[in-house]
């Protein structure tokens, strides 16, 4: 379930406009320093964890925000780490 990693320096304009270049930048940072905070096995954890409640979020508005917060603070045991990964989910589901 781990997202694809392009390394910034990889990534190239090709014609679709510099916004999409700088979101696929900052994701490719968050999705770097998650992956080097939590290590593999939790990161797979956590990033599926939340990237599935958030994607149950748009159809089920009773999914309780602070729930999930909640819970993926208790997954990371790291606040920095669960706000990392709070904006890799939210830059790649709203690209």
Do not use: W
């Not at 917060?69 to 606040?79: C, F």
Request: net charge neutral; glycine share 4%.
């Amino acid at each position: 379930m781990r997202p694809s990693f392009v390394p910034p320096h990889e990534m190239q304009p090709t014609g679709i406009g510099f916004s999409c270049v700088t979101n696929d930048m900052k994701v490719a940072h968050l999705q770097q320093e998650c992956f080097r905070r939590l290590g593999p096995e939790l990161f797979d954890r956590a990033y599926g964890y939340l990237r599935q409640q958030k994607i149950r979020q748009r159809t089920d508005k009773t999914l309780d925000n602070a729930q999930i917060r909640h819970d993926l603070h208790q997954m990371t045991r790291d606040p920095q780490s669960s706000e990392l990964l709070d904006q890799l989910v939210f830059f790649e589901l709203n690209n």
